[in-house]
């Protein structure tokens, strides 16, 4: 009998991929706990805020990203403009 992995929409199947590959990075680069935490806690904002869940406020930061985080974003402005 073979096995099927269950359903996931294109949404929860990229968010899985994220947060795994941040796993790894965070496991190789032995990454503190509470950075790890702050970034769960903003994964998990970003999740509900795309599902239409409730999720708690984020506080306010006037930081700019990382060149690299830059980079990506604009990659997401991109495709507004397709």
């Given at each position: 009998m073979t096995e099927t992995k269950p359903h996931r929409d294109a949404m929860a199947a990229l968010f899985r991929d994220?947060?795994?590959v941040l796993g790894g990075v965070f496991a190789m680069q032995e990454t503190d706990d509470e950075t790890v935490r702050r970034i769960a806690r903003g994964l998990d904002r970003a999740w509900r805020r795309a599902r239409g869940l409730a999720a708690e406020?984020?506080?306010p930061t006037s930081l700019a990203p990382h060149p690299a985080i830059a980079a990506l974003l604009r990659l997401?402005?991109?495709?507004g403009t397709r």
């Open positions: 994220v947060v795994l406020p984020a506080s997401t402005d991109e495709e």
